[in-house]
């Protein structure tokens, strides 16, 4: 069932090297049911943070977080155990859940044959490279069948090839599987290919600057130029981020 | 698309076949013959050069003797222990297994403890501070002074050997029980917090599998160790075992049936050595798999 | 003679030792058994009296770090002479060890069978059922056989328990009812002074053949090629035992100042129940060495007699 998250005037400090540092100075966004929401920013706008608010890993200090349904998350490291086979890890969530074993396993095998993992399912994580890792790690966060997907700098440690497949694959599932996406990344193209909307953040303290529709139509190509436009735009709107925390 | 399958299977068939000298003496890609091949020069490359050290260290030794003319009673030649061994074979065999069990017994119990005890200190900062301060210094109490202890507490009979074998093994396993048990990444933790396992799940899951590398590590330490315990504890109080053997044989000048006593600890040690090396390889798979990746990288 | 430029060296080093002026003498390494006790009264009474000295001898003592360090020492020419067991010559000389004994210092055997009376054991056969403590000495099992045998039982009627060193605290908690190795003039003493009364079965009444407890040994080749040297030393000792005996609060006092830490009750006590057993002469008798190197034989701690010729010299008889 599609979901929507909706923050409001979101506020977090933590304490570095004895002093108080605003991470979060109040952010206020909202995902629509399948809808793909991108945000994008420089190091340091805390967007981590409200992906470990949204997961329920961190409390905010002020503001509200409303999910209609429950959130899966993926992020940069794939976490995999790694004494559990492929196949194993893709049910982590779903044994946890309490979903009997062979009926899990048999929809895990399924699903990781659609992301060309199929002849994998007996091998150990430490066997594989790191973009077959992280598309387990996507087939077990899907799997969890949870409303909310957030994914934080998922691709981030990936080759721009790798990246470029895991992409596909992303906007795949989207089609086929109708989730509801929060993203984070810093790769701007990345963000304008894949999302309906994106939020631009300003670092220092963390804060939305801008909100963009994308209203473009798919399959989009990097060379397409409302893809082309829509990157500047969102690239002047960082670099006017950047010379104002440098001046 | 093709782009999409282009990017999948890499390299990553399966552990690459084995090389001589690498970490993994395991299986190789499942094709017959070759397989067989490179296992045996892996394991021969395993084998040999410490086979080759160990002649040279004898064939020095015998020379020494001869050449030195060192008196047996001083330091016996490897000959002489070697006839020693096979000639009273049936003897030291006897006397092995009596030691043999008490190490078995000792390091089984002292496992056990161990493990809950490290589990204990792990679950709870009140009994790490309380503890984990007298487990290290329980160790610093010399062997020797603890024996005649023991046998006073404990009596005369096997279960002092076994106490003490058990106090060797004893600290090694809770120290590194406890950092294994510490070694379990934080984000997979907090992963398995949000695919909504409890506590007992997330150690069951995450820290104990995570433990175990650790947990072997320490018994391995643990295992030889406690050999020399229980034969210290058999120089007080036993008329059994390989440590009484070798004070009488002692007290009675048989300098070479006391070093043929000293070869069977060595012995005895080192393959329970091996024995926990090789529970651990056929335990952990996924071990197995992380050794020949990593062998394949540095290839 | 051959000692003749060692001892010039040893006047030209000034080797440790108590000579005055000019008198030069032959150094020796000299190694106890054990630690110091009054077993080595007349010893150190011949120390302490100069009796070394005038006999051209420099004697450098030393306590062994392990129990059969004498032997081995002795047998590998890094000590010149030490204190030993009749049994320990034997075992030595049953392996080979070229080591043989030529001198006394306890001429009587001291070790026993030990009970507390209170125990109600008054005969051996009283041992049957019970349990028998002793410390690995390698003849243990032997003695033990020997007495119950000659009362009617065997080595397999009592249980052997290995006790390690302290046979006192086994007796006295009653972890054993008797121990092997309880010595009339030490542990005995020890005992008493804890309130206890104690009972002995004596190896010799009970058929094993009577040994001498304490020896000087040597090694063959010394005896060979520095007889002469180790005569004097011997001599030397006599003279100390002869001392002890007939004064003996003159030798207690020699061996109290050089081990001013031995000076108590106990020490005292041990010495007056050592003097019976002390050495009157320095003639040793081959029909003693024969019969208890063939009874060990018997006993099947060797594999077979050591004649009597290779385990003694009588230096200085």
Redesign the interface.
Same mark, same amino acid.
């Given at each position: 069932m599609p979901a929507a998250l909706e923050i409001k005037g979101l506020r977090k400090r933590f304490r570095h090297d004895g002093e108080w540092l605003d991470v979060l100075a109040g952010v206020s966004l909202d995902v629509g049911p399948r809808e793909f929401v991108t945000l994008v920013g420089p190091s340091g706008c805390g967007k981590s943070t409200i992906c470990n608010v949204v997961a329920g890993l961190v409390r905010p200090d002020a503001g509200t977080v409303a999910i209609d349904g429950q959130v899966a998350y993926m992020q940069q490291k794939d976490l995999l155990l790694p004494w559990r086979t492929v196949l194993d890890n893709a049910i982590l969530g779903l044994e946890i859940q309490g979903a009997p074993r062979a009926a899990a396993r048999e929809e895990a095998r399924a699903m990781l044959r659609r992301f060309g993992l199929e002849g994998f399912e007996r091998a150990y994580p430490a066997t594989l490279s790191g973009g077959m890792r992280q598309r387990v790690a996507l087939v077990r966060t899907l799997l969890c069948r949870r409303d909310l997907l957030v994914l934080d700098e998922p691709f981030g440690a990936l080759d721009a090839m790798t990246r470029a497949a895991m992409q596909g694959y992303l906007l795949r599932l989207r089609e086929e599987f109708g989730r509801t996406v929060l993203f984070i990344t810093h790769d701007v193209e990345e963000a304008v290919l894949l999302s309906d909307r994106v939020y631009v953040m300003a670092a220092r303290p963390g804060r939305i600057r801008a909100e963009r529709r994308l209203d473009l139509p798919r399959p989009r190509r990097a060379t397409d130029p409302g893809i082309v436009a829509e990157k500047a735009a969102i690239l002047d709107l960082l670099h006017a981020e950047m010379s104002e925390a440098f001046a | *698309?093709s782009?999409? %399958?282009?990017?999948? $299977?890499?390299? &990553?068939g399966? $552990?690459a076949p084995d090389r001589a000298g690498s970490a993994a003496p395991g299986p190789a890609r499942a094709s017959g013959g070759a397989a067989a091949g490179a296992r045996l020069r892996a394991y021969a490359a395993r084998i040999v050069p410490p086979l080759v050290l160990l002649a040279i260290i004898l064939t020095a030794w015998e020379a020494a003797v001869r050449v030195f003319d060192i008196?047996?009673?001083?330091l016996p030649a490897p000959s002489r222990i070697a006839g020693v061994l096979a000639g009273d074979r049936a003897l030291l065999l006897g006397e092995a297994a009596v030691t043999l069990g008490e190490v078995m017994l000792g390091f089984a119990i002292a496992f056990v403890v161990g493990v809950v005890l490290a589990l204990a200190i792990f679950s709870s900062r009140t009994v790490e501070r309380a503890v984990y301060p007298l487990v290290i210094a329980s160790q610093t109490v010399p062997v020797f002074a603890i024996a005649?202890l023991l =046998?006073?507490w404990f009596?005369?009979g096997t279960l002092s050997k076994i106490v003490m074998a058990a106090l060797i093994v004893f600290f090694p396993i809770v120290v590194n029980t406890v950092d294994g048990l510490r070694a379990a990444?934080p984000? *997979?933790v907090?992963?398995? =917090?949000?695919?909504? &396992?409890g506590p007992a799940?997330i150690v069951r %899951?995450?820290r104990v599998?995570?433990a175990?590398p650790f947990v072997f590590s320490g018994t391995r330490i643990a295992i030889a160790t406690s050999v020399i315990g229980a034969v210290i504890g058999e120089? =007080?109080?036993?008329?059994r075992g390989l440590g009484?053997l070798m004070? /009488?044989a002692?007290?009675?000048? /048989? =300098?070479d049936l006391v070093f043929a006593v000293i070869v069977y600890l060595s012995v005895m040690a080192t393959a329970l050595f091996w024995t926990v090396s090789f529970v651990e390889w056929t335990a952990?798979?996924?071990r197995r @798999?992380?050794a @020949?990746?990593?062998a394949e990288w540095e290839a | 003679m051959a000692g003749g430029a060692a001892a010039a060296l040893a006047g030209v080093l000034g080797a440790g030792g108590r000579t005055e002026a000019a008198a030069p003498g032959t150094p020796l390494t000299f190694m106890l058994d054990w630690f110091p006790n009054p077993d080595h009264v007349p010893l150190y009474a011949a120390l302490g009296a100069g009796y070394f000295t005038q006999a051209g001898l420099i004697i450098n003592l030393q306590v062994p770090a392990n129990a059969d360090d004498p032997l081995k020492l002795v047998a590998a020419r890094k000590v010149d002479v030490a204190v030993n067991y009749e049994s320990g010559v034997i075992f030595a000389r049953a392996q080979g060890l070229p080591v043989r004994s030529i001198g006394l210092v306890v001429a009587q055997p001291l070790t026993t069978v030990m009970f507390l009376r209170s125990s109600g054991i008054r005969r051996p056969r009283d041992l049957a059922g019970r349990r028998v403590g002793f410390a690995v000495s390698g003849l243990e099992d032997a003695m033990i056989d020997q007495i119950l045998r000659s009362d009617g039982v065997t080595k397999a009627n009592v249980t052997l328990v290995n006790v390690g060193f302290d046979i006192v605290p086994a007796l006295l908690s009653r972890k054993v009812d008797a121990v092997i190795g309880g010595y009339r003039n030490v542990e005995r003493i020890q005992i008493e002074m804890q309130g206890q009364a104690v009972g002995m079965f004596e190896p010799e009444r009970y058929g094993v053949p009577p040994f001498y407890e304490l020896v000087l040994i040597a090694g063959d080749a010394a005896v060979g090629s520095r007889r002469d040297v180790l005569a004097r030393f011997v001599r030397a000792a006599g003279r100390g035992l002869a001392l002890t005996v007939a004064h003996p609060e003159e030798a207690f006092k020699h061996y109290i100042r050089l081990n001013p830490k031995l000076d108590d009750a106990f020490n005292r006590r041990s010495f007056e129940a050592t003097l019976p057993a002390y050495a009157r002469s320095q003639r040793q008798l081959r029909e003693r060495w024969a019969a208890f190197s063939g009874w060990m034989a018997a006993q099947k701690v060797i594999s077979s007699p050591v004649p009597a010729d290779q385990l003694y010299a009588n230096l200085a008889p």
């Open positions: - | *698309m782009v999409l %399958r282009a990017a999948g $299977p890499e390299t &990553a399966g $552990p008196p047996f009673y001083i005649p =046998v006073v009596g005369y990444d984000d *997979m907090n992963l398995l =917090v949000i695919l909504g &396992a799940e %899951r995450v599998p995570a175990l120089w =007080v109080g036993s008329t009484y004070i /009488h002692n007290a009675q000048l /048989h =300098v952990l798979p996924w @798999a992380e @020949a990746a990593q | -």
